[in-house]
């Protein structure tokens, strides 16, 4: 749909107003907007788009597009307001675009696996490169054959986002493509055989984008809600997003020794009296808050999750916590939740399958998990085995994929490496205490009707498991 205006003489600003809706078109990405495993919008496009809708007195209104070059197409067709999608400044579109001031500074890079030879040019690549399609780095790409590497060649992929093409290098589907750094920083940790060749520029501006023209009311309202936000805030926001990305998220056997002498001696206790009340092995939980927080009752998430398990102001909500960075709250608190996700699912899944699927969604979102659950199926594969499941959860990230589930978009790379991370944490607490690992008690029959958060598949998981963590 095209938007109009109600009559000629009302500029777009009047016109968002006067509808009492912004719309604003954006991408599934970690980079920009996605839901949460608690089932909350966030990102850092989603944070400032919230804001700018809020500051006007109107409701955001989101149109997830396939990718950035398909977001702003939206807002130059008429169909979106404005594009909030990591958009590349680029001046060949700039007679089409109005772009405004830099909200993000970010290096291209082109990134192939671990184990082939590093390219020292684009001159020098010796297998298939795939860039999105219509997007910046695309564009770069013509300029560069046009004007000096003639032979240049590359792919471009219509069906497959920035994130997606990363994990087909990481796979070995392909060998070279080019992304953002701040999006290369955040799959590393979960693909740690990707590696930066190099930087096919110093730095490049993200904006958002407008559709050019004499009516600049609405752009300028952005620009005074930038002014109003400053840079304090916006540099608060971007640390908020992408400050952490450059750590690794799995620690050696080291730094988990390390831990287990000077952190855990402190929270042990409190594992074991949690795992003890819900019949689950306390190292099982001890795991679980490695991986989370490495033991750190102080940890923050970029989504607001705090504390040893990470909860979210609805899971500690529902579970009557009232302090998530106390250690032994928390502890009680994501022992509890975790015993609620494993009771949920369905009797014919049996351990240890049961334990990993949990972990999942325990991850991810329940909901997810099912979407997940439902691919697997389809398939024709075991829909209550770890291991096939497994294999369906990277879908989530592809949108031939997730836009045929119930819950959509979800970092499905991401829960597999949780797993595979917890496991491992698990198994090495179980060889250091040298106790044999235990598997969780079965739940005891419900003697009063189950609560609201424990319905079956008819209701809506993120509804009635808003507090996903």
């Known amino acids: 749909m095209v938007l109009s205006t109600c009559s000629p003489e009302q500029s777009l600003l009047k016109q968002v107003r006067s509808i009492g809706t912004l719309r604003v078109a ?23 788009a919230k804001g700018f809708a809020d500051r006007l007195g109107v409701t955001l209104d989101l149109l997830v597009a396939a990718s950035p070059p398909e977001a702003m197409q939206m807002a130059l067709e008429g169909s979106a307001h404005l594009a909030a999608a990591g958009i590349a400044v680029n001046p060949a579109r700039e007679a089409d675009v109005r772009f405004s001031r830099p909200l993000q500074v970010v290096v291209p890079q082109l990134v192939y696996r671990g184990g082939r030879r ?33 032979d240049l060649k590359w792919e471009a992929s219509g069906d497959a986002e920035y994130e997606e093409l990363l994990y087909r290098v990481s796979s070995g589907e392909i060998d070279y493509t080019i992304a953002s750094s701040d999006l290369v920083s955040i799959n590393r940790r ?29 752009y300028d309202a952005a620009e005074h809600y930038f002014e109003a936000v400053g840079d304090d805030e916006l540099s608060r926001l971007r640390d908020r997003y992408f400050g952490h990305i450059e750590q690794v998220g799995s620690y050696g056997a080291l730094t988990l020794a390390t831990h287990l002498e000077t952190r855990l001696p402190k929270y042990q206790a409190a594992f074991e009296s949690a ?14 808050g490695y991986q989370e927080s490495h033991w750190d009752p102080r940890a923050t998430s970029p989504t607001g999750v705090r504390g040893i398990m990470q909860l979210t102001n609805a899971t500690a909500a529902l579970l009557k916590i009232k302090n998530r960075e106390d250690p032994e709250q928390s502890i009680a608190g994501g022992a509890a939740y975790f015993r609620m996700l494993l009771d949920k699912l369905p009797p014919e899944i049996t351990e240890p399958d049961r334990t990993w699927l949990t972990l999942a969604a325990y991850n991810i979102g329940y909901g997810h998990l099912l979407d997940a659950r439902d691919l697997t199926r389809e398939q024709g594969a075991d829909q209550n085995r770890w291991l096939d499941v497994r294999e369906r959860l990277p879908l989530l990230t592809q949108r031939k994929w997730y836009a045929k589930t119930r819950y959509g978009y979800a970092r499905g790379h991401e829960a597999v490496t949780y797993v595979g991370n917890v496991r491992t944490y ?25 609560p609201a958060t424990l319905q079956p598949r008819e209701k809506d998981p993120l509804d009635i498991d808003s507090p996903i963590l």
Do not use: C, H
Not at 275 to 287: E, S
């Open 26 to 48: 954006t991408v599934n990405s970690p980079t920009a907007y996605y839901i949460a495993p608690s089932g909350e919008p966030a990102g850092f496009e989603y944070d400032l």
């Open 118 to 150: 590093k390219p020292k040019s684009l001159a020098d690549l010796d297998g298939t490169l795939q860039v999105v399609a219509g997007s910046a780095y695309e564009q770069r790409l013509i300029e560069l054959r046009d004007s000096e590497i003639p």
């Open 190 to 218: 979960y693909y740690p055989n990707l590696r930066v060749a190099f930087a096919l520029a110093d730095s490049q501006d993200l904006a958002w984008a407008f559709r050019s023209g004499q009516d600049t009311s609405l």
């Open 275 to 288: 795992g003890q009340d819900v019949g689950l092995d306390w190292r099982l939980l001890a795991a679980i």
């Open 426 to 450: 698990y198994d090495m607490l179980v060889w250091m205490t040298g106790v044999p690992a235990a598997a969780p008690e079965p739940a005891a029959p419900a003697e009063t009707p189950p």
